[in-house]
Nanobody, 125 residues
Framework: QVQLVESGGGLVQAGGSLRLSCAASGRTFSSYNMAWFRQAPGKEREFVAAIRLSGDNTYYADSVKGRFTISRDNAKITVYLQMNVLKPEDTAVYYC??????????????????WGQGTQVTVSS
């Protein structure tokens, strides 16, 4: 069992930055791939970024590539999402997710096993 708690959301102007954190419980954190998804009002949940359990491989949605960076600290059992050059279209609730990495699709929300409660990010124009 893994419990995830996100923090770091808030209101920021376009062009600004935020860093989201996702603190995990459980000693098996390093055994999971981790990801961030987001969901805007009236839209489906969408993939943002993922990082494999080793931290060596990262993946991004085209819409955030070059602006967002996902990282993890297995010693602190925390995963981060550094968001730069934020745009109004980045406004959404951001969710952290954990996936046991056996033949799973990192970009598919349906293939994640644990989810946090979400943190709101609002980017004003």
């Amino acid at each position: 069992q893994v419990q995830l708690v996100e923090s770091g959301g808030g209101l920021v102007q376009a062009g600004g930055s935020l860093r989201l954190s996702c603190a995990a419980s459980g000693r098996t954190f390093s055994s999971y791939n981790m990801a961030w998804f987001r969901q805007a009002p009236g839209k489906e949940r969408e993939f943002v970024a993922a990082i494999r359990l080793s931290g060596d491989n990262t993946y991004y949605a085209d819409s955030v590539k070059g602006r967002f960076t996902i990282s993890r600290d297995n010693a602190k059992i925390t995963v981060y999402l550094q968001m730069n050059v934020l745009k109004p279209e980045d406004t959404a609730v951001y969710y952290c997710a954990a996936q046991f990495p056996i033949g799973r699709n990192l970009r598919a929300s349906s293939q994640y096993d644990y989810w946090g409660q979400g943190t709101q990010v609002t980017v004003s124009s």
